[in-house]
């Protein structure tokens, strides 16, 4: 395949390269099996990411939006645990990673679960600036989290996501705009929280809705910081319990 751009021509081996999937849950320290607790994704096998903020791929990246969940199991994880996602290889590109969850109705493997304004963030993990440019851990493969102690108990989808930003300024000049967008890497675990508490968990967004892709912190040039910058993260402020 080759793409177009201009006078330019992108094989597709340099802009697909690698990029990774988050199919392993991790519970009681361990990494759990490929897709056993988290909803198989359509890049299962691409590994290609979401890139449009207003797609419903954007929530969950199901491979099939009907399919998908009920053939997926439902973890039983404890309110105050550390649970976490394993992607398929390191998490290599730099980017911000952040932790969303929602409460399911009627179940966690339902199709329908986490599609209105109930999504709360739990955590996230910003990148650091070093001099002009914006960096992270690009070798690690996990990432860990606890859920709040709080948390009411009942079934929840905890989805994990990275949005890699290292292309918002890699084809700079606009004759290049189709191609500088973030990448959003994702995976929705379909978890039973038990021993929780009475917590009010918000804010509460909606997925897609969340971002309008404009955030200071989703479009940049992590190439060419201006002295003192500070990173905002997009989304919702973090609900810690
Ligand atoms: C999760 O909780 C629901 C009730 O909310 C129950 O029906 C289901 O069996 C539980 N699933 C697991 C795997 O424990
Ligand atoms: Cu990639």
Known sequence: MKISVGSFVLTAAALVSAHYTFPDFIMNGQPTSDWQYVRET?????????????NEALRCYELDYSATAPATSVATVQAGSTVGFQANGAIYHPGYLAVYMSPATPAANSPNAGTGNTWFKIWQKLPTVDGSTLTSDTTDSTFTFTIPKDLPSGPYLIRGEQIALHVASTFGGAQFAILKVPQFYIGCAQVNVTNGGSGTPGPLVSIPGVYTGNEPGILINIYD????FVYQPPGPTVWSG
Do not use: C, Q
Not at 42 to 54: I, K, L, Q, R
């Open 225 to 228: 910081l201006p002295s003192g």
């Open 42 to 54: 359509a890049n299962h096998y691409s590994n290609g990411p979401v890139t449009d903020v207003t």
